[in-house]
């Protein structure tokens, strides 16, 4: 067996990631099934829950987003009245809150997250996860040039 080259498409960092990341959402959109919730949708809850309301662009920011994909993820959540989408006191800024019936939601779901969660660390193992975190973390710098 032969090692990769730069220049193979086997060794390609974009197209690996992607590759896990898909994989990896499909395990989580399994899991939250159940509540009828995707991965990106428990993402923007728990944000959401984390921070309290925020301006679309900071949200878009805190979840690496452009406002474009961020608005669209917001819809169905807005159909469903789980968050709100307000406007800020000079009506220029829309903010983005979690509604009673959003909390709710989230927490249903953070059983169903939390094992999922679980079960991937205990697969790869505590050390390999939090190493796996780590170098998740330098990567998304490393591509912002950071």
């Known amino acids: ?13 974009c197209a690996n990631l992607r590759m896990a990341a898909r994989t990896v959402t499909q395990a989580y959109d399994e899991a939250l099934r159940p509540y009828g919730l995707k991965t990106t949708q428990f993402t923007l809850l728990a944000t959401l ?12 920011q805190a979840l690496g987003l452009d406002r474009t994909t961020l608005t669209r993820n917001l819809k ?21 809150g979690l509604t009673p019936a959003g909390k709710r939601m989230l927490g249903l779901a953070l059983p169903l997250w939390r094992a999922a969660q679980s079960g991937l660390a205990e697969n790869l193992g505590s050390k390999r996860w939090s190493r796996l975190l780590g170098d998740l973390s330098k990567t998304r710098a490393a591509a912002q040039g950071r």
């Open 1 to 13: 067996m032969t090692k990769p080259t730069l220049l193979d498409p086997a060794s390609c960092t």
């Open 49 to 60: 829950s984390e921070c309290g309301d925020l301006p679309l662009t900071k949200l878009a």
């Open 76 to 96: 169905p959540l807005i159909a469903k009245a789980w968050i709100a989408d307000s406007r800020d006191e000079d009506h220029r800024v829309r903010l983005i």
